[in-house]
């Protein structure tokens, strides 16, 4: 009886070690999924940030405001000069909220250097102020090309991105540090949208040929649009923040895996497609320009 025991204490610990080891894989690769794409998110960020340098502060420099139109129609119009400004402000500050949001994330900075890590998110936080101002300022005094649905998506995307601001630096300053991350989860969720809003379009030409979508931005695609580029970064970054501290299933931690990676490579290959046709043409033009 007591070998008989014995054997079963020793085929549980085989159990228990093989889940141990099951679980660390798992886990492994969801952190290695999880890297893969805040890496492509940034280096595409980064691009797109460039991008927007290059093309609508360049056609300031130069004093062609007005090929602004050449990406968006009406979206420059010299008789609206308050609405310009906002989303020029907009424009300008949304460049720096994708450049600084990765490096606000990264555990290594805010313990090695917390206090580069407070600079850049005062800084983080006011750019996202003057993004979401910008962006409703300009609808609220010209509106937008998509008419109603683009009107209500994007001012709802700007009140959001101006509550989130609000509350990450809020709690950072009464040191609830626990709801301050979750609404800086928030914040860089919204703060990517801009950037995800080209990033679907490029991905969707390539799929359906630019399916549902009109110049006036009017089509059935371009109303599912107005808030597809940010309600479900929003659903993501919510449950990352609810299941942070739960322990999840070897299945579910292995299908978040999947899940991301599949993401990435979406990414990836958007990231390629807008690099070569769009996004690296316009900043190489710049560069070449500027040089010679």
């Known amino acids: 009886m007591a070998s008989f025991d014995g054997r079963d204490v020793a085929v549980e610990r085989i159990l228990i070690i093989s889940r141990v080891s099951d679980d660390a894989e798992s886990v492994a690769a969801l952190r290695w999924a999880v890297r893969a794409l805040v890496s492509i998110t940034w280096i595409s960020t980064a691009i797109f940030g460039l991008y927007i340098v290059a093309f609508y502060v360049g056609a300031v420099s130069d004093g062609t405001p007005n090929r602004w139109n050449e990406a968006l129609p009406r979206l420059y119009e010299p008789h609206k000069l308050l609405a310009t400004i906002g989303i020029g402000a907009h424009f300008a500050t949304g460049t720096v909220l994708l450049l600084l949001g990765p490096i606000q994330l990264i555990s290594a900075v805010r313990e090695s250097v917390p206090r580069l890590h407070r600079w850049l998110g005062r800084l983080y936080v006011l750019t996202a102020l003057i993004t979401g101002l910008g962006g409703l300022a300009f609808i609220a005094l010209k509106g937008t090309i998509g008419a109603t649905p683009m009107n209500v998506g994007f001012s709802l995307y700007g009140a959001l991105t101006v509550l989130a601001g609000v509350e990450t630096i809020r709690h950072a300053r009464a040191r609830r540090f626990a709801q ?7 914040l860089f969720a919204l703060a990517i949208g801009s950037w995800l809003y080209r990033m679907d379009y490029g991905i969707w030409k390539m799929v359906a040929n630019g399916a549902g979508h009109t110049r ?33 299933r070897l299945t579910s931690k292995l299908g978040a895996a999947l899940l991301l990676s599949g993401a990435t490579i979406l990414l990836a290959v958007g ?10 043409p316009t900043i190489m033009e710049r560069m070449l320009g500027s040089s010679s």
Do not use: C, K, S
Request: charged share 15%; net charge positive.
């Open 216 to 248: 006036a931005f009017d089509g059935p695609f371009d109303v599912v649009m107005a808030f597809f580029f940010y309600v479900p970064n929003l659903i993501v970054a919510e449950a990352f923040i609810r299941n942070r501290q739960l322990q999840t």
């Open 180 to 186: 301050h991350r979750a609404w800086a989860i928030r």
């Open 271 to 280: 990231t390629y497609y807008f690099t070569v046709y769009h996004w690296g």
